[in-house]
């Protein structure tokens, strides 16, 4: 069964950075994509940032165009979300999200709390 572990979340102060990681497991075939998306408190779950696997494209969201790096290792099938400065703003839980041909996977959530 194909699950998707995250790691990294935790409490900053604003200017602060973190890595969030997710890996892939049990995968039969090739990952299409793998990104990022967050949800905040009485809000709607937004998009942060996808890549491509196969060729490393990238897509971000306006909001942390500059601020955020996604990037992948294909070896291990894990995708990275590097976050500088962060704002109180970004607080939220952060969930991996995967496709693999049609079929989509969704991590269980990671919390990223930014305090001012």
């Known amino acids: 069964q194909v699950q998707l572990v995250e790691s990294g979340g935790g409490l900053v102060q604003a200017g602060e950075s973190l890595r969030l990681s997710c890996a892939a497991s049990?995968?039969?075939?090739?990952?299409?994509?793998m990104g990022w998306y967050r949800q905040a408190p009485g809000k709607q779950r937004e998009l942060v940032a996808t890549?491509?696997?196969?060729?490393?494209?990238?897509n971000y969201a306006d909001s942390v165009k500059g601020r955020v790096t996604i990037s992948r290792d294909s070896g291990k099938n894990t995708v990275y979300l590097q976050m500088n400065s962060l704002k109180p703003e970004d607080t939220a839980i952060y969930y991996c999200?995967?496709?693999?041909?049609?079929?989509?996977?969704w991590g269980q959530g990671t919390q990223v709390t930014v305090s001012s």
């Open positions: 999200r995967m496709t693999v041909r049609r079929a989509v996977y």
């Open positions: 890549i491509i696997f196969d060729d490393g494209s990238t």
């Open positions: 049990e995968i039969l075939f090739s990952i299409t994509t």
